[in-house]
């Protein structure tokens, strides 16, 4: 009888065992967490994240045996950077130039900020300038190499790259090379001043033919002009903005164009780590004292930017070498400067995701959504440092990280 009994249970898991591989379901895995923060500005206390494959199932307050029990911590989605450049590094010379580098070295190096850049609960990142970001995106995908999901822009136009014909070629290029944005310079650096760069009729080209073509657009500007002249040419996000007035402020609300001020991490970077970049390019002593001078602009600049009704801010850091994995150092300054905290934290989860057209898919915890998942010690709303704690990471299903 014993025996018998025994035989039906192992017939029945057999026949589950069966039937899980034929619908190609993988068991669920269920997640206890104390505070959850979904990402769109919703909290709940003592629930559970239901995840079956890539995906979030549902949320179940009285699921029995989780298995993680993160009871203690506060669970939100993957942040979302869209602004790195996730290829910058400091080579062996310490240097940020990288000369007399391998292409491995560079691809290594590269690995190990996207490793850097996960482990810190970033689970998507826009980087934008860089071919081999294509091949880092397509390993990252393959699911071998650990690392946030890439989206690139493959390379940068600029002023010198092309009359409007050919403007609008280059865009048609980078559709067929599967580019997920196209990044433009409109103004100069803001080691050379930040003036306009890009003539009207440029701007109007490139931004033009992406939307023919559905492809985003992002802008790299500080001159109030060149704010002006990007949006109005249709372009759908400006990056920086340090010299942004009233007037442009409110034409990027007006129109719907995002605006991502990297006031947090990319300056201080530059200055922490001076020695490293001086002397190559523009990195020269009158660009650091533009970059000094800036960090204070920016904090205005910001209040500015805050004050301005349906003024949308998805959360970007322009993190260059040195820089990766301490992304969430953007969202502090937000804070420090004024948001809210709960806004800063959407504005790098549901609403990074919405400038990136992927708000049906990630960027908050809900049924249906991509299972990228984070957990950190603390409470961000009463101290937003704590989105520096990170212990627990998954993306699509998968746990990189749970070191509690
Ligand atoms: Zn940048």
Redesign the pocket.
């Known amino acids: 009888m014993r025996s018998l009994r025994f035989l039906g249970i192992g017939c029945v898991v057999g026949v589950m065992i069966l039937a899980a591989s034929f619908d190609g379901q993988e068991r669920p895995i269920t997640i206890h967490v104390g505070t959850l923060l979904d990402g769109k500005g919703g909290m709940q206390r003592n629930t559970a994240v239901v995840v079956q494959g890539s995906k979030i199932l549902k949320l179940d307050p009285s699921a029995a045996n989780p298995t993680y029990e993160l009871g203690t911590l506060t669970m939100l989605p993957g942040m979302i950077d869209v602004?790195?450049?996730i290829n910058g590094h400091f080579g062996k010379d310490g240097r940020a130039d990288n000369r007399e580098e391998t292409a491995a070295q560079q691809a290594y190096y590269t690995a190990e900020n996207a490793y850097a850049t996960l482990m810190a609960g970033f689970t998507t990142v826009q980087s934008?300038?860089a071919q081999t970001d294509v091949d880092l995106r397509e390993a990252i995908a393959r699911g071998t190499i650990p690392g946030p999901r890439i989206l690139t822009s493959i390379q940068q136009i600029n002023e010198n790259s092309g009359g409007p014909d050919k403007l609008r070629q280059i865009v048609r290029g980078l559709k067929a090379e599967h580019a997920d944005v196209v990044?433009i310079f409109a103004s100069k650096s803001i080691r050379e001043g930040g003036g306009q760069t890009m003539t009207d009729d440029q701007l109007v080209a490139v931004c033009g033919e992406a939307k023919t073509q559905g492809i985003r657009t992002m802008v790299?500007a500080h001159a109030a002009e060149a704010i002006k002249a990007a949006v109005r040419a249709g372009c759908g996000q400006i990056?920086h903005g340090v010299f942004v007035d009233e007037e442009a402020l409110k034409i990027m609300a007006d129109r719907g164009a995002y605006f991502d001020p990297?006031i947090g991490l990319?300056l201080q970077n530059y200055l922490r780590n001076k020695p490293k970049f001086l002397g190559i390019g523009n990195y020269t002593e009158e660009g650091f004292a533009y970059m000094q001078k800036a960090i204070g602009l920016n904090v205005a600049m910001f209040k500015k930017a805050l004050a301005t009704p349906g003024l949308q801010m998805p959360m970007g850091t322009?993190a260059?070498a040195g820089a990766h994995g301490r992304n969430a150092d953007e969202i502090i300054a937000r804070v420090e400067g004024g948001q809210k905290p709960m806004d800063a934290i959407i504005s790098a989860t549901s609403l990074a995701a919405k400038s990136l057209n992927m708000g049906s898919t990630i960027g908050s915890i809900a049924p249906g959504m991509e299972a990228d998942i984070i957990a950190i010690e603390g409470d961000p709303i009463a101290d937003i440092s704590a989105l520096t704690r990170v212990t627990f990471v998954m993306k699509g299903g998968r746990v990189y990280r749970n070191t509690r």
């Open positions: 602004h790195v450049h934008v300038g990044k790299h990056e990297n990319v322009d260059v």
